[in-house]
């Protein structure tokens, strides 16, 4: 072993992945995952929220795909939001208090990389829990649905209905069972999650504890659901010119807070609209805006914090 | 750097991006909501209605969930007959989930049947209020399913129902004018059966509703003409009478037993068809030349005065009066 | 040739600290020189709160300084290149308790961008090093506190670094675990590894530095070669084996006849506690 050989660098790509898989693997023994459990015995019981109340074919099971993708999605949302706020904010606080920050900066990792690997390591606990969760939904959505059909095909011909209004009945019951745009909600969820999560990372990087990164990002998001209504109050009534005080206190949560209601999509995706491509693209393309902008910015504060 | 300076810096930058990205979020939603993607503003009243924790689940984003649980509300205030709770719930479930058609057809069905037919038999109250309020929760429904054409232009169900409301017997008599009643039911299924959804039913209703529209003859037989000439399924007994009956109401000098006994095959099912007819007082269907065909046959059937049909008392039509005589 | 650049240079560093509620300045470290060449081994010792973690991590660019400035083969500390050259073990180190000893190293190996074989077969080595090959598989949450500042050594050394930093390398470590330790930095020093160790068990200390420096309110008040630094300048020291005692009486008698000279002590040189407890120990094991 010689103590001149020069070491190899490595890239700043494989130190941020080496830090998100370790990230991941850190949070994932925190028995993370059991809460599926749960989620399947949600899921399963929103299948009996179906009070048959309507005649006729189109009625079977009417409301049972509803709940189900509202149960699930709802699940999901709460999740996601939860897990990003809370996994993101015990990351450093935990480093510190462990003294493995050290041993990892006094390594030739730069602190940008670090942070990265640390926001990628949540998102990608996320990603994997909001996968399992879909595929769960999706399975017995698809089971829901195919029972559904069957059971409308059975009245609609017992009615006497023509083999093209059965064909479309089946049509539109397969439309709410699991179809593409409903992934694409599931995206738009990991895209909420992870604007939240790097903003918890911003605020972790001010506070050294998780308690009070957790509190400040909850208060956020729950604020952040207002920006739409406060940018809309601004654009409107600054015409007027009435009101400094308030468009003043409007402009300011219109320009810090992220809008989160974009997200809603979901609630249209759940009723049977569809979401384009374009659209989800849009939603990326804002996530992948703010995530950016918020792990610079803790990098910028974290990049001379002492320990 | 002190820390000092790297928090002005960085409330500058925020607010910095903040404007950057402003307008693109203002576009996108506006694209948004224009695409029924993101649904409208929910009133700061609804908001109350619903509550502190729901408010915050629909704020979230989940209004489908709030809905669903809302929708148990629903169902225990009509199993404990508490209407106006009922009407107010459904309100709310349809404010947060405008285009699940599911909850449409419940809230109009609970207050346009349920609730007024709750009221017709409920003899705690004096007759006059029960008639009242027996109206008032059928013109409910009836706004209510307006409502969700508005909201769902294109669902072939809620139109179908809407006819269907308009053109049931023991609803009418809540309406002022009978004949918008079956003018609007006949423009309701015409636009249930355009979606191309339907099962062939909305177009034949159209017809029964059709016919039952003073002056409206001849749109009437040309509308039976053609949807007799599509096929057999479209031959119910119903129809076939109809068109005959608009054949005779065209041409007054027309056979009207000839052409039964054409249509129906042998004149004894022309004959207990025509009486049917006669007889449907309920429904409120035209009966040009039917007493003139009636008696044709009767005298080539040799069915006596005593035994005939025209002489027999017919059931009176609907009279909410008579409903609500207690 | 010209002279390569020392492994530490530390020049007139300065750290303050804000303290939370007193509007006063606590001065950590108040103009610390420190200049040590490649191949050295230096001690920095003191007494608890004097300076010494600070030092060390003003030097790895956890902490800036007020003043002065920090480098590591001449590459100024505050700049991540310069880190390539160093392993650290910090003070009482936790790690990540889920890992396992090899998967820990292979961690920071990746982290400097090993990878592969090069990576697998630098684990082995160290695990051998420093005698963990049979715990290389379990947790280290069930790892012991020697054990635990062993695992500490090996990942400095993942990336076969120039310099190594220790942090109070032996506290907490029972006298076999020390021992071992102690005997790892003398194997460094002989591959040619600069090492810069703090302590405040100066018995240890002595054994392996080569240089020392004392440091006290964050000031360095001695520095210099050990061995000058703690010999009693004035005394001699003669040691016998079987000796009788009439030799003795003649020496003594010899010392009482020459002016100037004292005769300090004679008797039997004490063993120290701690390798009568090694040797008892390891008669045990046999």
């Known amino acids: ?307 | 750097m002190n820390i000092w300076l790297k928090s002005v810096i960085l409330s500058l930058a925020l607010l910095a991006f903040g404007a950057a990205r402003l307008p693109y979020e203002a576009g996108l939603s506006h694209e948004l909501r224009n695409a029924r993607l993101l649904p409208p503003h929910l009133e700061i009243n609804t908001l109350d209605k619903i509550g502190q924790t729901s408010s915050a689940i629909t704020l979230g984003g989940l209004r489908t969930l709030v809905a669903t649980f809302l929708n148990l509300r629903a169902y225990t205030a009509f199993a404990e007959h508490r209407w106006p709770d009922l009407a107010k719930t459904f309100n709310l479930i349809v404010d947060l989930a405008p285009h699940t058609r599911y909850y449409w057809e419940t809230g109009s069905w609970h207050l346009a049947y349920n609730a007024a037919g709750y009221y017709l038999h409920d003899s705690d109250l004096p007759p006059l209020r029960r008639r009242e309020l027996w109206r008032s929760y059928i013109l409910q429904g009836h706004a209510f399913l307006e409502r969700a054409i508005r909201n769902n232009p294109d669902d072939w169900k809620l139109l179908s129902s809407l006819g269907f409301l308009l053109t049931d017997s023991n609803k009418i008599p809540a309406f002022h004018d009978t004949n918008a009643c079956y003018a609007a039911a006949a423009e309701a299924y015409l636009k249930s059966a355009a979606t191309g959804r339907t099962s062939g039913f909305e177009a034949r209703a159209r017809l029964y509703s059709l016919a039952r529209v003073k002056g409206k003859e001849a749109e009437s037989l040309a509308l039976a003409r053609s949807l007799y000439a599509a096929g057999p399924q479209n031959r119910t007994p119903t129809l076939v009478m109809l068109l005959l009956v608009l054949e005779a109401h065209e041409n007054p000098s027309l056979d009207v037993a000839q052409r039964a006994i054409q249509l129906f095959k042998t004149p004894q099912k022309a004959y207990s068809s025509l009486s049917g007819h006669w007889q449907r007082t309920r429904d409120g269907f035209p009966v040009y030349g039917v007493s003139a065909g009636l008696l044709s046959l009767e005298n080539s059937l040799g069915i006596s005065k005593e035994k005939s049909v025209l002489t027999k008392p017919l059931p009176p039509p609907p009279s909410i009066d008579d409903w609500f005589h207690n | 040739m010209p002279e390569a650049a020392p492994a530490v240079e530390i020049r007139d560093l300065v750290k303050d600290f804000k303290t939370s509620f007193r509007r006063q300045r606590l001065r950590a470290v108040d103009g610390v020189s420190i200049r040590i060449l490649a191949g050295e081994v230096y001690g920095l010792i003191g007494p608890n709160g004097s300076g010494k973690s600070t030092t060390m991590k003003a030097l790895l660019g956890l902490v800036v300084p007020t003043a002065g400035s920090c480098a590591i083969f001449g590459k100024d500390s505050l700049k991540v290149d310069s880190r390539d050259d160093v392993g650290f073990l910090p003070e009482n180190p936790y790690f990540y308790k889920h890992l396992s000893g090899a998967e820990t190293l292979r961690f920071y190996g990746k982290l400097c961008g090993l990878g592969g074989c090069q990576l697998r077969d630098r684990v082995d080595e160290l695990l051998a090093l420093v005698d963990l090959e049979g715990a290389r598989d379990r947790r280290l949450g069930g790892y012991s506190k020697g054990m635990l500042q062993r695992i500490g050594l090996a990942q400095a050394l993942i990336q076969e670094p120039r310099l190594v930093i220790l942090d109070e390398p032996t506290a907490g470590v029972d006298p076999v675990g020390s021992r071992q330790i102690r005997d790892l930095i003398l194997r460094l020093r002989e591959r040619g590894i600069t090492v810069f160790l703090c302590s405040h068990l100066l018995e240890q200390v002595q054994e392996v530095c080569d240089r020392v420096g004392i440091i006290f309110q964050g000031r360095m008040i001695r520095e210099g070669r050990l061995d000058d630094l703690i010999a009693i300048e004035d005394q001699t020291e003669i040691v016998l084996r079987d000796a009788s005692p009439e030799l003795i009486a003649r020496i003594t008698s010899l010392v009482a006849g020459v002016p100037g000279t004292d005769l300090v002590r004679t008797g039997k040189p004490r063993t120290t506690l701690e390798r009568l407890f090694l040797r008892e120990i390891r008669e045990e094991e046999r």
């Open chain 1, 1 to 307: 072993m010689s103590a001149t050989q020069p070491t190899p660098r490595g890239s700043h790509c494989g130190r941020t992945l080496v830090i998100a898989t370790h990230t991941f693997t850190q949070l994932a023994r925190m028995k993370v995952f059991y809460f599926l459990a749960i989620f399947a015995v949600i899921i399963i019981a929103s299948n009996f929220l179906d009070w048959q109340q309507l005649q006729g074919p189109e009625a079977a099971g009417a409301n049972a795909l509803a709940s189900i993708k509202s149960s699930s999605f709802g699940t999901m949302h709460l999740f996601s939001v939860v897990l990003s706020i809370v996994a993101t904010a015990l990351l450093l606080p935990k480093d510190v208090e462990d003294r493995t920050l050290y041993t990892i900066l006094a390594k030739p990792v730069p602190r940008l990389d670090y942070l990265a690997g640390k926001l990628l390591g949540v998102l990608l606990l996320v990603f994997v829990s909001l996968a399992l969760m879909d595929v769960l939904m999706t399975v017995v959505l698809q089971i829901r649905t195919s029972m559904i059909m069957e059971q409308q095909t059975e009245l609609a011909q017992a009615a006497g209905y023509t083999p093209d209004a059965i064909a479309s009945l089946r049509a539109e019951t397969m439309a709410n069972g699991p179809n593409a745009s409903l992934q694409g909600a599931v995206l738009a969820v990991f895209l909420r999650s992870s604007i939240i999560a790097s903003l918890a990372l911003l605020i972790s990087t001010f506070s050294t504890s998780t308690l009070f990164t957790t509190v400040i990002s909850s208060l956020v998001y729950f604020i952040g659901h207002f920006q739409a209504d406060a940018r809309d109050f601004y654009l409107r009534i600054g015409q007027a010119g009435q009101g400094g005080f308030s468009r003043a206190v409007s402009l300011l949560v219109s320009l810090v807070l992220p809008d989160f209601q974009l997200f809603n999509v979901i609630d249209a995706v759940i009723e049977g609209q569809a979401m384009p491509m374009l659209i989800l693209g849009k939603l990326a393309l804002i996530a992948i805006y703010y995530a950016l902008f918020f792990t610079l910015a803790s990098w910028f504060i974290f990049s001379d914090k002492e320990f």
